[in-house]
Structures are given as structure tokens and as C-alpha cells.
């Protein structure tokens, strides 16, 4: 795993987009299209924020996948994973074809189809975040790192409910549905390239953790070390509580 540390989450965010940038423009020129993995939540706005302005990506040659959606959330609820992506990625950038999750439909018949379609040609690059309980994905802690299925139903853990709280995405843990459809860690992880983008200090103690800590699902990210191709972006606050060379 590659950490690149910035002092700030704007610089961060742009050495960012331009590395993703990077790979989705490679990715189109070596075969003509780019199947792309995004991640969402607050820490993700600035990042997709300058991946969508950046030059000369062909959108149109993009395919995307998402991660995770709650279950049962409408569409056009403030929290929808499916809304975020709309407004911050597929619509500003122009991709052609997205995959999202539909939290409404049956969970089994959504994870089947969508399975079909992620595993049809190889991911170039998934873009991903880590949770405050160290999370990748919706894959709480402790992770299923072994199954193939590359989409899962799983019931979402206090610690992962309590962050989309903290995060203003709901009013109250009431609020926050108790069960989400997520791509697997072991379908991510067949991605060719993973870009992690982590800033903000509440990050800090998953990073350590996931970094410092023993490969573990109750660390679900530190698998992230396991891939051959892995850079993980920070900034100073998110990188405050580990020993890496900035």
C-alpha cells in the first residue's frame, strides 16, 4: 500500500482526482473504456468534486459501480447513496452508464443482478473511503473477507449508523435504516487499482487501526494492505495518529 499524506483535505483531494483521473484516461486508451468503483458520504465531496472537473476524461467511455445503499430508502431521500452519486459524479461528469443499487427492489434479486453485471470485465479502479469503525463499504466489523458473492444484504452495526448521524445525513439513529445492500471486500479487492480517500480527524483511529493493527474484519479495511495496487490518501488530521513518510 502506497499513503501519500497532504496537509490539508483540499490538497488531498486533488492529488486525488488527479491520480483517478489518471487511471480512468489509461484505462480507455488501453481498451476503450473505464469500469470504475465509487465510494460516497461526506468525505468523498471534495475529491469527486475535483474528479469531475478534471480535463480530458472521456466520460462518456465510463462505466460506474457503487458501493452500498441503505435498504428501503427512497431515491430521492437526502441520504440516498443513489441521490448523492446522481448530484456528484454522473450527472456533473456525464457518465453513460452507471449501476446503482436499488435499495427499494428485493435486496436478493438486486444483489444477483448486479453481481451479473460487476462481474462481467475486470474493475480498473474502485474508489473507497473508510469508515469511522473501520468499515469498507457497508462491510462492518466483523467483515465477511471470504465469501465471492460480490453484493451482500448485512445489517448495519451502531457505530456505522451513529456516523451517517454525525454526518447530518439523519436527524436521529431512528432514522438511519438497520439493513443496506454492499459490494463485498472480496469483490472489491479484485479491482485492479484502489484509491482510499481519508481525511478528516474522526478518521484518525480507523486509520491507525487499519494501517497499525492486525489484518483483521474487526479492521475490515486493513485488508486494503493485501492488494497489490493500493494508495491511500490522508491528511494531516486524518494521519495524526500513525507513523507513515509523508
Not at 490539508?8 to 480507455?28: F, K, M, V, W
Not at 459524479?89 to 427492489?105: K, M, T, V, W, Y
Not at 495496487?229 to 495524526?240: G, H, K, P
Request: proline share 6%; glycine share 4%; with cysteine.
Amino acid at each position: 500500500m502506497r499513503v501519500h499524506t497532504f496537509s490539508d483535505g483540499d490538497s488531498l483531494a486533488r492529488a486525488a482526482a488527479n491520480e483517478a483521473a489518471s487511471r480512468i484516461r489509461l484505462a480507455i486508451a488501453t481498451s476503450g473504456r473505464a469500469r470504475i468503483i465509487a465510494a460516497t458520504g461526506t468525505s468523498q465531496m471534495a475529491f469527486l468534486d475535483a474528479l469531475t472537473q478534471a480535463p480530458d476524461v472521456d466520460w462518456s467511455n465510463v462505466e460506474m459501480f457503487h458501493l452500498d445503499e441503505y435498504i428501503g430508502l427512497p431515491a430521492d431521500h437526502p441520504a440516498a447513496f443513489r441521490r448523492y452519486l446522481l448530484e456528484r459524479l454522473i450527472r456533473p461528469a456525464g457518465i453513460a452508464r452507471a449501476h446503482l443499487i436499488d435499495g427499494e427492489r428485493h435486496p436478493l434479486d438486486v444483489c444477483r443482478e448486479l453481481g451479473r453485471e460487476v462481474t462481467a470485465a475486470p474493475i480498473d479502479v474502485a474508489f473507497v473511503g473508510i469508515g469511522e469503525n473501520g468499515h469498507l463499504a457497508f462491510n462492518d466489523p466483523p467483515a465477511d473477507f471470504d465469501t465471492e458473492e460480490p453484493y451482500l444484504v448485512v445489517r448495519l452495526d451502531e457505530a456505522c449508523r451513529r456516523q451517517q448521524v454525525g454526518e447530518q445525513w439523519f436527524t436521529s439513529i431512528d432514522e438511519v435504516p438497520e439493513r443496506a445492500i454492499t459490494m463485498s471486500i472480496r469483490q472489491i479487492l479484485k479491482s485492479r487499482a484502489i484509491l482510499a480517500v481519508v481525511p478528516e480527524a474522526r478518521k484518525a483511529p480507523a486509520v491507525r487501526l487499519c494501517l497499525e493493527g492486525a489484518i483483521s474484519p474487526m479492521a475490515p479495511a486493513s485488508i486494503l494492505r493485501t492488494h497489490a495496487d493500493t494508495s491511500l490518501f490522508l491528511d494531516a488530521d486524518s494521519a495524526a495518529l500513525v507513523k507513515i513518510n509523508a
